[in-house]
């Protein structure tokens, strides 16, 4: 019995397209894919949400330099590699960095960071802003 399966040539075009990518990766070219992110505010904090599925706590860190926030994760080489033969190889790299500029109205010195099933949330709180006042004009 011979079995018909829907040709979508989209999808060829996708394959295609990350196999190019790790071509490129492999030859120093192109950069590694990015952990997926999302980055919102509240009242009262700026969260940033990466996606690192596969990494453990230990091995990702955050760094603030002016008002910009860098997240890295480093996985440990595995002692014993064995030959592989992709047929779709789409996660994440044993090294990635993230960097995200932050506004001047957050409190950098009290970032709060939790890792919970493969993603890191960043909370920055928002500094309070100085309401205006009125001035009385004197002579």
């Given amino acids: ?27 120093g070219v192109a ?7 999302d980055v919102y ?7 940033v949400e990466l996606d690192v599925p596969g990494y453990e706590e230990k091995e990702l ?24 033969s992709f047929y779709l190889h ?9 960097r ?3 506004p001047t109205e957050v409190d950098t010195a009290h970032i709060d960071a939790r890792f919970h099933t493969g993603v890191l949330e960043v909370h920055i709180p928002k500094i309070e802003q100085a309401k205006a006042r009125k001035i009385a004009i004197t002579a």
């Fill in 61 to 84: 860190a955050l760094e603030v330099t002016d008002h910009m926030l860098t997240i890295t994760g480093e996985r440990k080489t595995e002692k014993e590699q064995k030959e592989k």
């Fill in 90 to 98: 789409e996660r994440l790299e044993k090294h990635f960095e993230r």
């Fill in 41 to 47: 505010e509240t009242e009262k904090e700026l969260v």
């Fill in 31 to 37: 950069p590694a894919p990015l952990p997926a992110a």
């Fill in 100 to 102: 995200f500029s932050l």
């Fill in 1 to 27: 019995m011979t079995t018909l399966i829907k040709w979508a040539p989209f999808q060829d075009l996708d394959v295609f397209e990350r196999r190019m990518r790790r071509m490129l990766e492999d030859w």
